[in-house]
């Protein structure tokens, strides 16, 4: 069986590993954190198209039981009127990341595919026959190929293309709550969405006892180390004035607040080399808006599997793959971005 080195345990990652493994490979796992993995507590929606690719790894069931249906959007304007029922293609779901990792990594581990945490990969070389990595602590690992699942500051992606584009700020930043209850008596399976005057919110309260938030709002990028609290007064001061439960909810919340920068990557114009190829957010990462995200991903595990079924050498099938797609995801970029500026 041929060794594929996988870096980043996240959705890509765990998702890759799973795929590769139904197509006879033999996936390791190598991933940074401890546990879990950067802005985990965040929670997002895996769209329909997200939900074929995890039945096509025979990860649908479980994600299916760790989270909860979304099944419409309710949008409002900054005065509380009523603008617009939208349906959400079915089925969709709504969980928070650090659950959907842990789902994947948890069936990658009862298949037999070693998830290693803990392990930082800061070099790659490709040798005769495959490729030798390097990690943050020294060690080294050798296979066939590297999958490079290792998120928006992929360090596969500069070993790739040295002059690969970075991350482009979009001018917002994205925080997410949790409040205890239900105030504002919404459905379990609807979203709440806010055009306010300073910021989109929106929430849902899927049946956990909590209501689940976020909120998009202009900024520059924040400087590290801005605390639980000060994203959540940042929030509270652009939904006050808007006529909307959107402030008595964060008012609410306590300190299960987790706030960033968002940012995008509308194009890499380079997916792979011989023997290292890009998936997820480290070849397409889109702003939180479309919520594909994670979707694209996981369509990308099955596609590389896929290609690396049909194509003995690696180089053809990174291509294979690549062209199916990248056509896809630079349109879902560009559309997300599209819809966050609006
Ligand atoms: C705030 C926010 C809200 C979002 N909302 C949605 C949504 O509603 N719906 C949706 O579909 N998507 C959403 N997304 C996007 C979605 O979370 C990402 O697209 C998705 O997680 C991409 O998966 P990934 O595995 O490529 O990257 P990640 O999930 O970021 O995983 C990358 C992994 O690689 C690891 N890693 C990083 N560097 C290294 C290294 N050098 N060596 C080893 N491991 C490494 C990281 O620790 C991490 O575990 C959102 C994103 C954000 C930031």
Redesign the pocket.
Known sequence: MTEVLI?????????TALALHRAGLAPVV????AS?????G??????AN?MAALAEIGAARAVTEASYPAAAVELFDAGGHHLEHRAIAGPAR?LS?AT??RVLQDLAAARGIPVIHG????AAAVTGGGVEVT??DGGRAQGSILVG????????RRLIDRQAPGPRHTGQH?V?GYAPGNPAGGAPDAYHMVFGGRAFFGFTAPGDGRTWW?ARLPGAPRPGGTTAAQWRELVLAAVRDDATPAAAIVAATGGDV?G?D??DIPTTPHWHNDRMVL?????H????A????????LE?AVALAAALREHREPAAAFAAYSATRRAQTEETVAASAAMGRR
């Open positions: 870096a980043g345990g996240g959705v890509a990652g765990a998702a190598y991933e940074a954190h879990g993995g950067e802005d985990a965040a929670f997002l929606t895996v769209m997200g709504t990341r959907l990792y392990k930082r990969l800061t990690f943050a699942a290792d998120g928006l500051h992929s360090p596969t994205v997410y976020f987790v960033g968002s940012y998936t997820g957010d480290a070849a990462a889109a702003s939180p479309a919520a594909q995200g994670a979707s694209m991903a990308d």
